[in-house]
């Protein structure tokens, strides 16, 4: 099902044992998973998991990243600071047809103490299967773009 793709992942210790869940589900399928970690429920911070994640799929190693945590929310952030992802934090379904359909999001997070690991694979399955509408999304991506580019110039003047 999924054996072209390959699979950028990080957690953190709230987000390890729904990762290496989804890994092997991911893996039953056929994609190739690229862990980043964590590598244990041991408590860690989870920003630079993530952000080598979305970094992976940035540079073309992976098709997509899937960062997991206690909420999502702060796996999200992180993974949204390195330019050219797009990370989505999809509790549901609908959430993760929208974030590919409309946003093409690269990146899906979740949120291990809000989705049980058997809607958590429906979610990641939604996320994976739906395509990028394009037409009046593209503009909309291409200003996502020109403030990335707007705030790495403002960063270089400081």
Wanted: charged share 25%.
């Amino acid at each position: 099902m999924y054996e072209s793709l390959a699979i950028a992942v990080g957690a953190d210790h709230a987000g390890y044992e729904l990762k290496e869940h989804l890994k092997g589900f991911l893996a039953e399928r056929g994609a190739r998973i690229i862990d980043f970690g964590t590598d244990s429920s041991e408590r860690v911070d989870y920003p630079w998991f993530c952000a080598r994640a979305a970094r992976a799929v940035r540079d073309g190693q992976a098709d997509f990243g899937l960062v997991v945590g206690g909420s999502g929310q702060g796996e999200q952030i992180s993974a949204n600071k390195v330019h050219g992802a797009r990370a989505a934090l999809c509790p549901d379904e609908y959430t993760a047809r929208l974030a590919r359909a409309h946003n093409d999001a690269n990146v899906i997070a979740l949120g291990a103490r809000v989705v049980p690991p058997a809607y958590a694979e429906a979610i990641l399955t939604v996320f994976l299967a739906t395509a990028f509408e394009g037409e009046r999304h593209v503009a909309r991506l291409r200003q996502i773009a020109d403030i990335e580019r707007e705030e790495a110039e403002l960063s270089l003047g400081e």
